[in-house]
């Protein structure tokens, strides 16, 4: 099976790294394909397990808190913002 490398600057990449590693152009460049895949791989699968682990702790604490729209009088209540809070009469 053959591949075909049409830019100067491919040609010279795997010229270099066959020369640094003393691989012949073949080996060098599949063995470089080979550890980008695999770092591609795990960055994927990383990527997976932080979702699904996002998703989790989203599910586990949902339930834990009151998610309905909060009215004006308890804004006002939380952040001092009531009558007394701003020294109005009443």
Not at 4 to 23: F, H, Y
Not at 48 to 73: H, I, L, N, S, W
């Amino acid at each position: 099976m053959a591949l075909s490398i049409k830019t100067e600057e491919a040609d010279r990449l795997a010229r270099e790294l066959s020369r640094m590693t003393g691989e012949t152009m073949t080996d060098a460049i599949t063995r470089a394909m080979r550890e980008r895949l695999e770092r591609l791989r795990a960055e994927k699968e990383a990527q997976g397990d932080y979702v699904t682990r996002m998703q989790a702790f989203v599910r586990e604490r949902a339930g834990r808190y009151d998610r309905r729209p909060v009215t004006k009088q308890e804004w006002d209540e939380v952040v001092g913002d009531t009558s007394d809070d701003l020294g109005f009469p009443q």
